[in-house]
Structure formats: structure tokens, C-alpha cells
């Protein structure tokens, strides 16, 4: 039986166990808010991303990596645009003696200057790839448009403050921004809660600060935004809020677009593609967030396919508030059940997992109480969500050798 726990320290950090009895590994998975979007200048957060990787309290970059190498420990450290995150996994066995390293990327970086040339060619090339990958680049695009700022930035930062960034400058953002207060740390695998703690709070002995509030500074700057590429192929975008985790309605919305477009059975995959034979790929995701959930709709079809393309995704998008069928509610319900209990087999997946649950909802669920709220389901309360639903205003970015022409009904009718 999996039990889940959670201790608030003194400092303000919120750290959640959940114990997985009989497991191998174990993961964690800590943020806290520092990503892109609180940057004065946008971009010092990634690139404190690859600075902290360089050397922690005393240690050298090779010294730490192999302390880590030797505890078997397989590690990532990003910069989001809320959240400056690291998580590992590694044997369970290894968890408490990998505690005190893996907090080294966080309070105790050691920032040397010799190594900022090196991790500022690093982001720049970054940006640059971005232009081999217009799928990304149209999704990138997307996030810029549809979201206010600066929750719109992307995890790529500005490359004029890349540019421009100091040692002193990324000192003065870590000292400012890397603070416990809205931190969240979880641990998931066979592990001792209190044992947990005990080395968390030894690692963390010290570090205090406050968390300086982020507010939007602009409406976002939403509607039809076309791309020029001379290009063969032509990438397509739309995204609209959807309801945020905390609300009731959230399940019914991951219902509704699985059966949309999340999965080769979804409507958008058989009307755009297999019937019409528009496009080589299109599907639908909804992320669900504390604040700022949305439905985003991708393709990708060729210059001659992509005014049709569109507009047939617009018009599926309408369709589906007439409701769905008994067949794809069953279908997706097992499709989610399915993807619930395989992600609940990788630890590194449940501390992801819970922490997100912890962030957007102020706790979190079991794999059980989650299949249970699954379960719980009714199709009706899913017919009865999307006849009521309003998708707001939507954004649709689009990437060619021209722009797409798209039906004005079918994107004030949604």
C-alpha cells in the first residue's frame, strides 16, 4: 500500500514522501520558483541551469559529477518557466547519501566565472537549433502569443540577456530567487519518511528567503499569427484555456479532448488524417495547471493541405460539444486508466506526478484515489460540460511559405 506524507520545515519548504513498498529505486523531484518568468532579464535563469552543473561547495564540476556517478544516480537540472527544477533517480538505497549532493545544485552552486562563456555558448545554441526544428519553433510561438507575460517567455531566455549576463548578476538572482519559501520537494520509493526529513532538513540547515510575488504585466497577445519559412512543409498551432487542476471540471475536460485528438482513435486523427488524408500528424493535449491550463492542437501538412487542415481542426473543435459516445467515453476511460497504472510503476513518474498535485492542487493523490476519480466518471457530467463549454478566445499560429486561410466563422463560432 502507497502512503503519502507531507512536512512543512521551518524555512518554508514543503517536502512529500510517498512510500512505494517493494520497489528498486527511488526519485526525487524538487522546484521551486525561479524559473524564466521571474528573471529580470530573461534568460539568467537558464543560464544558471548549466552554471550550478559547474562545481558545488568546494567540490569541482568532475568531483560532484562523480560523487553522483558513483551513487548510480541519473540527474536533470531545468529551468521552466516558473520553476527551476532538479530530480534524480537511483538505487533507494542511495537516496540519503544523494540528498546532500543533489541540494548542491540548488543552495550551494559555486557559479565560477571561467565557466560563463562556456554555458552562455551553450543557451545561445539553443536558440539557434530552433530554426531546424519548426515544429518547436511554431509550438514556442504559441506559448509567446497565447499566454500574458511574462508567464510567456520561453526556456530558451532572450539571447540579447544571455549576452549580456555577469557572474555578478546570476550571483545576485540565485541569492534572490533560489529561496525555500514555495519550494516543493518530493521524494517517491521504499523509503522512511521521517528519515527523509531528517536528511533534508541537515541539507538545508541555513538557507532562508522570501518568495517575491509574480503578477502579469500585459494581456496576451492572442488570434491568427502566421510565421514566413520557405519550406515545404507547413506546421499549425491553436491553442484555448481549458479549466485549471483545482476545478471539478478538469477531469471532464482530459476526458473530452482523449477523446478529441489523444490518440490514433481520436477524432482529429480519423477525420484530419485517415478520411481526408490532410496532414502526416495531428493530435490534441490538455495541461491541466494551478492557473493557467490549455488545450493545444498540433499538425503538420504541406502548403496545399494547410488552409483545409485548419479549418477542418476548428470545425472537429465545434463538433465536439454536441457531445461523445458511449464506444469513446469506454475508450478513453481505459486509455487513462492504462497510462494512471504505468506511470504509477516508475517512481520517477510519481514524484513528478505528486508534485505537480502538490503545486496546482495544495496536496496529493494516491494512485488509488486517482483510478478512483477516474472510475467515478459519468459520461453525462461530460456531455453536460462540453454542451456549457466556452473556449474563450484562441490562439492559432501557423508556419509556411504563406499564410493560412481560415474560416472567421469557425473562429468566433468556438
Known amino acids: 500500500m502507497n502512503t503519502i506524507q507531507y512536512h512543512k520545515l521551518e524555512c518554508g519548504l514543503q517536502i512529500v514522501t510517498e512510500r512505494i513498498r517493494g520497489v528498486r529505486t527511488a526519485a526525487i523531484h524538487w522546484g521551486l520558483r525561479a524559473g524564466v518568468a521571474t528573471n ?17 561547495k568546494g567540490l569541482t564540476a568532475k568531483q560532484h559529477n562523480d560523487a553522483l556517478d558513483t551513487l548510480g544516480v541519473k540527474r536533470h537540472v531545468a529551468c521552466g518557466v516558473e520553476f ?3 530530480s534524480g533517480v537511483m538505487l533507494g538505497s542511495r537516496i540519503v547519501e544523494a540528498i546532500p549532493l543533489l541540494t548542491g545544485y540548488m543552495l550551494y552552486p559555486m557559479l565560477p566565472e571561467k565557466d560563463l562563456p562556456a554555458c552562455k555558448s551553450l543557451c545561445l545554441q539553443s536558440i539557434q537549433s530552433l530554426a531546424d526544428n519548426p515544429a518547436h519553433q511554431t509550438s514556442v510561438a504559441l506559448n509567446t502569443f497565447h499566454h500574458p507575460p511574462p508567464f510567456n517567455r520561453t526556456t530558451y531566455g532572450d539571447q540579447a540577456c544571455i549576452e549580456s549576463a555577469s557572474i555578478e548578476r546570476l550571483k545576485q538572482v540565485h541569492e534572490e530567487a533560489f529561496v525555500p519559501e514555495g519550494s516543493i520537494l518530493v521524494v517517491a520509493g521504499d523509503i522512511e519518511h521521517q528519515q527523509i526529513i531528517d536528511t533534508i532538513e541537515c541539507a538545508t540547515q541555513g538557507w532562508i528567503g522570501k518568495l517575491i510575488p509574480l503578477q502579469t504585466t500585459a494581456q496576451p497577445d492572442r488570434g491568427i499569427h502566421w510565421i514566413e519559412q520557405d519550406s515545404s512543409q507547413v506546421h499549425i498551432c491553436i491553442a484555448l484555456d481549458g479549466p485549471n487542476a483545482s476545478d471539478d471540471k478538469s477531469i471532464l475536460e482530459s476526458i473530452a479532448i482523449s477523446v478529441f485528438g489523444g490518440a490514433t482513435s481520436g477524432r ?4 484530419v488524417r485517415q478520411r481526408r488524408s490532410l496532414c502526416y500528424s495531428v493530435s ?9 491550463s490549455v488545450v493545444r492542437i498540433s499538425a503538420g501538412t504541406t502548403p496545399q493541405h494547410g488552409d483545409e ?5 476548428l470545425e472537429q473543435l465545434q463538433e465536439l460539444r454536441k457531445g461523445i459516445t458511449e464506444a469513446e467515453f469506454k475508450r478513453a476511460i481505459q486509455r487513462m486508466k492504462s497510462a494512471t497504472v504505468m506511470r504509477g510503476e516508475s517512481t520517477a513518474a510519481r514524484s513528478s506526478a505528486i508534485w505537480a498535485d502538490q503545486f496546482a492542487l495544495g496536496y496529493a493523490r494516491t494512485l488509488k484515489e486517482r483510478l478512483q476519480e477516474i472510475d467515478s466518471v459519468k459520461i453525462k457530467a461530460v456531455n453536460a460540460w462540453l454542451a456549457e463549454r466556452d473556449y474563450g478566445q484562441l490562439t492559432v499560429v501557423t508556419l509556411g511559405p504563406q499564410s493560412i486561410a481560415i474560416n472567421d466563422q469557425l473562429i468566433h463560432a468556438t
Open 84 to 86: 527551476f527544477q532538479v
Open 309 to 313: 487542415t485548419v479549418n477542418v481542426c
Open 284 to 292: 490534441a493535449q490538455y495541461a491541466a495547471s494551478r492557473d493557467r
Open 40 to 56: 529580470t532579464h530573461d534568460g539568467d535563469g537558464v543560464l544558471l541551469a548549466e552554471m550550478v552543473q559547474r562545481g558545488v
Open 268 to 271: 482529429l486523427f480519423t477525420e
